[in-house]
C-alpha cells in the first residue's frame, strides 16, 4: 500500500480553534508489493474543524495521495496502465501526483491494449489517413502550427482557363496552404471506422484555409476538421487555438472543429476551443460583369460547429466548445452552432458551448435540431443579421418537427431578425408528434429582434393535418371525444421559463448586396413580442411563464391623406405579457397553468399596454419565491423521468434569482 499523507488545514481565528481530527480511512483497495490489483481506488475520509464558540463551526475535508499507486502490471495482461481518472469514461485529463481530494473520491484506472496504436507527433496524426479502420490513441501533445502541408497534400494545378496567372495563383495558394492541416478522413469517399481516443493530451495550433481552389463539384459536401467523415467512436480529444477559415464563395461544406460529418459514429467528450469562420464574399468585379452581371455567389447549404459539423445517425455527448464560430453568409442553408452545426438525426447530451455565434441561422449550441438534444447548455451571445430573415436562438436556431429539447439553458442575449432565448423558430407536427417539443428549460438572456421577439422562443408553429383533429396523432387527445381539458394530455412546450428582456424593433437596417454596396430598404412591417413567444399558432403549452419586460415597436407611418385617413396608422406592435400574437387564445384546454409576472412592463409603439387577446394571468412575487408553487401548483418535478430536475432553492425573483436546472 502506498503511502497516504493527511494534512490538516490550518485556519486564523481571532479565537483559537481546538481542532479535532474525526476519522480517517486510508486507500481502500487490494495491495501486494505495493501493486494494486483493482480498477478502482476509493478514498475516504472526513476531517472535522471546530472552533471553541457555538457560532463557528467549519467542516473541511482534504487528503493529499503523495505517490501515486501504480496497478500491477500482470493484473491486465497485454495492456498498458495510463494512469488514474476522476470519472468512468475518463473523460478529461488523468490526474497527477501528489494531489489532493476535497471530498470522498473514486479513481478510476484507466488501461489501453498494447495493440492500440500510439500517436506521438504529428507525422503520426496524419497517417491515420493510411488506415482508417484503426485504434488509436494519443500520448503526447501535439503542436500542428507547423505541419508540413505538401509533404502529404496533392500537387497544386491550376488551369489557364480559371486564372490569368496560373504561376502567381500557385504561389499565392502554396502561402496559404503551407501549414495547413488536411483532415484525417476529409477526402470524397474516405471514412474513419476506426477509434481514436484523445487521452486527455491536448493538439494546439491546427488551422485549415478553405478556398475557391477547394470547390469543385466533385467536393460537393465534403467533410472539414482535425476528422473530416467519422462512423468508427472519436473520443477524448481537446483542440486548443485552432483556425478554420472558409471564404465567402466556397459552398456545400460540413464543417467541424473537432469532426466535420459524424456518421453512423459516436463523438464523445471532446473540446474545441478556438474559431470556425466563414468571411465575407469578397466581390472583384470585370466589365463583363457590370455589362450582364455577376457570378458570384455567397457560401451556402453549409453547416458550421464548433466540434461537430453534422450529426447523422450519430450520439455526441460531452462536447463543449469556446471562442467563435460565425459566417457572413446571407444564402440559404447555412447553419451555424456554438457546437454542432446541424443535427439531421441522432442526439446530443450533457453538451455545452461559451462561444459566440454569428450567421443567417445560428443557435448558442446547435444551428438546427431534427434530433435529441438533453441536459447542456449555451452561454455565448447570439447574433443574425436584422436586415434578411435571420433566425437566431441562445440554444438551437430551428427545432424541426422531429428535433426534441429536454433539461436545457441559454443564458447569451440573441439578436437577429426573428430571436428566441432559447430556440429561434420551434416547428410542431400534430400528425406526427414525434418531435418540436421543448421540455424542462429556461433561457436567461435578453432578446432584440426587428420582428419576432420572444423571451424562449421567437416563434412557435404547427404543421396541421389536411383533415384536421381527426388526423391528430393519438399522443395529443383522444379524437373520439371532444376537445378539452379533461382529455388533453400532451403538451408542445412544458415546464419552461424566460428571465430576460424582450424587445422587438422594426428598425431602418442596411445591408449589401452582392457587390458589396450598401443598400437602405424603406420598408416597415408588423412585429410580434412576446415575455415567452413572438408569434405562435395551434400551441398545446402548460406550466410555463414569463418573466422580463416586454417592448414591441412598429414604426408605423401615420397617413398623410384627408380626413379619417390622415390619423390612419397601420403595422401594428403585436405586444403582450406571454405571446405576443397567437391564433389560439391563451386559455382553456391548449394553455395550462401559464403565467406572467406582477410588475411586468409591456409597451407597444412606447405606450403601456393593458393586455388583451393574449394576456396570460400575472402571478405575485410570494408565489413564485415559493417551491411549492412550482411543485404543487405547476407540477414541476412531477412527471416520471422530471425527478428532481429542477431546483426552487434560495428564490428570490426580484432580485433576479430564478429556478435553475439540476444537469447532474
Not at 486507500?27 to 478514498?43: H, R
Not at 488501461?111 to 490513441?137: C, H, M, P, R
Amino acid at each position: 500500500m502506498r503511502k497516504v499523507k493527511v494534512i490538516l488545514l490550518s485556519t486564523i481565528l481571532v479565537l483559537a480553534l481546538l481542532v479535532t481530527l474525526i476519522a480517517c480511512t486510508g486507500v481502500e483497495a487490494n495491495a501486494k508489493n505495493g501493486a494494486l490489483n483493482e480498477d478502482e481506488v476509493v478514498v475516504n475520509y472526513v476531517i472535522k474543524f471546530v472552533t471553541n464558540t457555538d457560532e463557528v463551526m467549519e467542516e473541511k475535508e482534504t487528503r493529499t495521495l503523495e505517490v501515486e499507486p501504480i496497478p500491477n502490471a500482470s493484473y491486465k495482461s497485454g495492456y498498458d496502465f495510463a494512469g488514474w481518472y476522476l470519472t468512468s469514461d475518463f473523460s478529461g485529463s488523468p490526474i497527477t501526483f501528489p494531489y489532493t481530494f476535497t471530498h470522498n473520491t473514486t479513481l478510476y484506472a484507466k488501461w489501453i491494449s498494447k495493440a492500440v496504436t500510439k500517436i506521438a507527433t504529428a507525422e503520426q496524426l496524419q497517417e491515420i489517413n493510411n488506415n482508417l479502420a484503426g485504434d488509436y490513441v494519443l500520448v503526447a501533445n501535439i503542436d500542428l502550427s507547423h505541419f508540413d502541408h505538401f509533404k502529404y497534400a496533392d500537387p497544386i494545378t491550376l488551369s489557364e482557363d480559371d486564372y490569368d496567372d496560373v504561376e502567381a495563383e500557385t504561389a499565392r495558394l502554396t502561402n496559404i496552404y503551407k501549414n495547413s492541416w488536411i483532415p484525417i478522413a476529409g477526402k470524397v469517399g474516405d471514412d474513419f471506422t476506426g477509434t481514436f481516443d484523445g487521452n486527455g493530451y491536448i493538439i494546439s495550433g491546427m488551422q485549415i484555409i478553405i478556398t475557391d481552389y477547394d470547390v469543385d463539384p466533385e467536393f460537393n459536401y465534403l467533410p472539414v476538421g482535425l476528422f473530416g467523415k467519422v462512423s468508427g467512436r472519436v473520443s477524448n480529444v481537446t483542440l486548443v487555438n485552432h483556425k478554420i477559415q472558409m471564404d465567402g464563395d466556397c459552398s456545400r461544406f460540413y464543417v467541424g472543429g473537432v469532426v466535420g460529418w459524424a456518421y453512423q459514429g459516436e463523438v464523445n467528450n471532446c473540446t474545441a476551443i478556438g474559431d470556425v469562420i466563414n468571411l465575407k464574399i469578397e466581390y472583384e468585379g470585370n466589365l463583363w460583369d457590370s455589362l450582364f452581371g455577376s457570378y458570384a455567389e455567397p457560401t451556402e447549404n453549409t453547416y458550421f460547429g464548433g466540434v461537430v459539423g453534422l450529426i447523422e445517425e450519430s450520439t455526441a455527448t460531452g462536447l463543449s466548445s469556446e471562442g467563435r464560430v460565425t459566417s457572413e453568409s446571407n444564402a440559404d442553408a447555412v447553419y451555424v452552432g456554438g457546437a454542432v452545426g446541424y443535427i439531421l438525426s441522432g442526439s446530443l447530451t450533457r453538451s455545452n458551448s461559451i462561444a459566440f455565434v454569428k450567421g443567417k441561422y445560428p443557435g448558442g449550441l446547435v444551428g438546427y435540431n431534427n434530433g435529441a438534444i438533453s441536459k447542456s447548455f449555451a452561454m455565448g451571445d447570439v447574433e443574425g443579421s436584422l436586415a434578411y430573415p435571420a433566425v437566431a436562438g441562445g440554444l438551437v436556431s430551428y427545432n424541426f418537427n422531429a428535433g426534441t429539447i429536454s433539461a436545457c439553458y441559454a443564458t447569451g442575449n440573441v439578436k437577429a431578425r426573428t430571436a428566441g432565448g432559447l430556440v429561434g423558430v420551434n416547428i410542431f407536427d400534430f400528425k406526427l408528434a414525434t418531435g418540436g417539443t421543448i421540455v424542462n428549460a429556461y433561457a436567461a438572456g435578453d432578446v432584440y429582434a426587428s420582428e419576432y421577439a420572444g423571451g424562449l422562443v421567437g416563434r412557435a408553429v404547427s404543421d396541421l393535418p389536411i383533415f384536421g383533429r381527426e388526423e391528430f396523432s393519438p399522443l395529443i387527445y383522444n379524437n373520439k371525444d371532444d376537445y378539452g381539458t379533461s382529455n388533453t394530455r400532451f403538451s408542445i412546450i412544458r415546464s419552461c421559463f424566460a428571465y430576460g428582456k424582450v424587445e422587438a424593433n422594426a428598425v431602418k437596417t442596411l445591408y449589401e448586396d452582392y457587390k458589396g454596396e450598401s443598400k437602405e430598404p424603406d420598408v416597415y412591417y408588423a412585429v410580434f413580442a412576446g415575455s415567452l413567444i413572438g408569434q405562435a399558432y395551434e400551441l398545446l403549452i402548460k406550466g410555463c411563464i414569463g418573466f422580463g419586460d416586454v417592448s414591441g415597436v412598429s414604426n408605423r407611418p401615420i397617413g398623410d391623406g384627408e380626413g379619417d385617413d390622415a390619423d390612419y396608422m397601420y403595422n401594428a406592435a403585436y405586444v403582450d405579457n406571454f405571446v405576443g400574437h397567437s391564433t389560439n387564445v391563451v386559455f382553456g384546454a391548449d394553455y395550462r397553468t401559464v403565467y406572467a409576472v406582477e410588475g411586468m412592463e409591456v409597451k407597444s409603439n412606447g405606450m403601456i399596454y393593458e393586455g388583451g387577446y393574449n394576456s396570460v394571468e400575472y402571478q405575485n412575487y410570494s408565489n413564485l419565491n415559493n417551491a411549492t408553487f412550482y411543485i404543487q401548483s405547476l407540477g414541476f418535478n412531477a412527471v416520471e423521468g422530471d425527478d428532481d430536475v429542477w431546483s426552487f432553492n434560495n428564490l428570490n425573483i426580484e432580485a433576479g434569482q430564478y429556478p435553475t436546472l439540476n444537469l447532474n
